[in-house]
Nanobody, 123 residues
């Protein structure tokens, strides 16, 4: 069983940047897709970004495309989310997940999740 721990979330002003990290333990995730999702208060959890096991393929939600970058370091069993030009609407709890989804944007196709890290963007 893999454990995922997110970190890096905090309060930041609009226009600022943050880098989230998700460290995996218990088993290697080097052969698994990694995804970032987020959930704002009163809203459903939504897809943010995903990266294939080889890092050869990435996907982004339209709302973050051009501002966020997902990357991974398989040697460190860690995935990152670099978030630039943050907006108040990016405020949410950010979760990382791992699995072998057929559709890397589909929440229900990931089998392991972290506890989340809070990102708050002030205007």
């Amino acid at each position: 069983q893999v454990q995922l721990v997110e970190s890096g979330g905090r309060l930041v002003q609009a226009g600022g940047s943050l880098r989230l990290s998700c460290a995996a333990s218990g088993r290697s995730v080097s052969r698994y897709t990694m995804g970032w999702f987020r959930q704002a208060p009163g809203k459903e959890r939504e897809f943010v970004a995903a990266i294939s096991w080889s890092a050869g393929s990435t996907r982004y939600a339209d709302s973050v495309k051009g501002r966020f970058t997902i990357s991974r370091d398989n040697a460190k069993n860690t995935v990152y989310l670099q978030m630039n030009s943050l907006k108040p609407e990016d405020t949410a709890v950010y979760y990382c997940a791992t699995g072998r989804p057929l559709r890397d944007y589909a929440i229900d196709e990931y089998d392991s999740w972290g506890q989340g890290t809070q990102v708050t963007v002030s205007s």
